[in-house]
């Protein structure tokens, strides 16, 4: 084959380009791209999904004591498990008298009880819960979670995050965030006062923000999750927004609910967990008399941090 007819047409068609002649092993690990071919890798997108299966088989009464994921790695291309490429959710599953325990390599986890009673121990500190409270706990440690009435809870790390990078929990007295409870009394109440004081029509919706004595600064839980307990009044509807966060939304109250995700509906299901794709315009509508409550988890944290969370009100396509 001719030299002409061998070389590419531009840039772009180049593949990876090697040293010519490396001296070290250090020298020939070397590879080089170019404006033409490094941007334009192509990974699947965010799927917005709804599991259902995986929170029908945590409430079942006969299900043993154990954890099942919402895992879309296949459909993701993520080498670990992963819900979304920075967050991944779990339900549950403890049985009255059973212990589970477990020890996720993260930086923090998001614990909410969907039904049920017991405690978690990590050793140097124990919290009993109810059905309606929040649990934030530091990640990389081995907690002890005892069912005293038979439970299930929501369980919501940075497992994917950590594994990107091949990054380690941080050390126990170097946690983001110690452990905090919240009481499902205290939510409500706060939440009640939400709407006691009232908001304007630039506010987006009356979600309740969590967070904690270490990052009150930042407005979050974590330094990258965002926490908030989303609520909509009967026969109300959510304006339609966009944000570059993606959100795993627990789907706690909302008969007759649905969200719309880039023009097409999607029907709610309680205790389903709901993926919102990062940039897509989408609204939350309560065709119900009943307040509607949704418990949402964001990789806000991160985009706060690069100053590109890129929030704005919109409308949908067509």
């Known amino acids: 084959m001719s030299q002409t007819a061998s070389r590419p047409r531009d840039i772009a068609e180049m593949p990876a380009q090697r040293p010519s002649d490396p001296v070290t092993e250090a020298q020939a690990r070397g590879r080089f791209f170019n404006t033409g071919n490094a941007f334009n890798v192509q990974l699947p997108p965010v799927p917005d999904h709804l599991f259902t299966a995986e929170a029908i088989a945590a409430l079942d009464d006969s299900a043993p004591t154990g954890l099942t994921a919402c895992d879309l790695s296949s459909q993701l291309a993520c080498r670990f498990p992963a819900t979304t490429p920075l967050v ?85 007295s170097d946690a983001a965030t110690a452990i905090v409870h919240f009481t499902g009394d205290e939510i409500a109440r706060q939440i009640k006062f939400l709407y006691d004081i009232g908001r304007g029509e630039e506010i987006a919706g009356s979600a309740l923000i969590f967070s904690s004595a270490e990052q009150e600064a930042s407005r979050n839980i974590l330094p990258t999750l965002t926490v908030a307990m989303n609520s909509l009044p009967g026969g109300a509807s959510q304006r339609p927004h966009v944000h570059n966060a993606v959100a795993v939304s627990l789907i706690i109250k909302g008969a007759q609910c649905y969200s719309t995700m880039d023009g097409r509906r999607k029907d709610w299901a309680q205790w389903a967990t709901s993926i919102t794709p990062p940039t897509a315009v989408h609204s939350h509508h309560n065709g119900g008399n009943e307040q509607a409550m949704f418990l949402i988890v964001q990789d806000g944290g991160i985009f706060y941090h690069a100053r590109a969370m890129g929030f704005e009100f919109a409308e949908h396509p067509g």
């Open 88 to 172: 991944l959710a779990r339900y549950a599953r403890i049985r009255t008298g059973e212990t589970l325990a477990t020890e996720f390599a993260a930086s923090g986890i998001i614990c909410y009880v969907i039904r049920g009673a017991g405690r978690t121990d990590d050793g140097d500190e124990q919290v009993v819960w109810n059905a309606g409270d929040l649990l934030i706990l530091p990640g990389g440690r081995r907690y002890s979670h005892a069912a005293t009435e038979a439970a299930v809870l929501w369980i919501v790390t940075n497992e994917p995050q950590l594994a990107f990078e091949h990054l380690r929990p941080p050390a126990a």
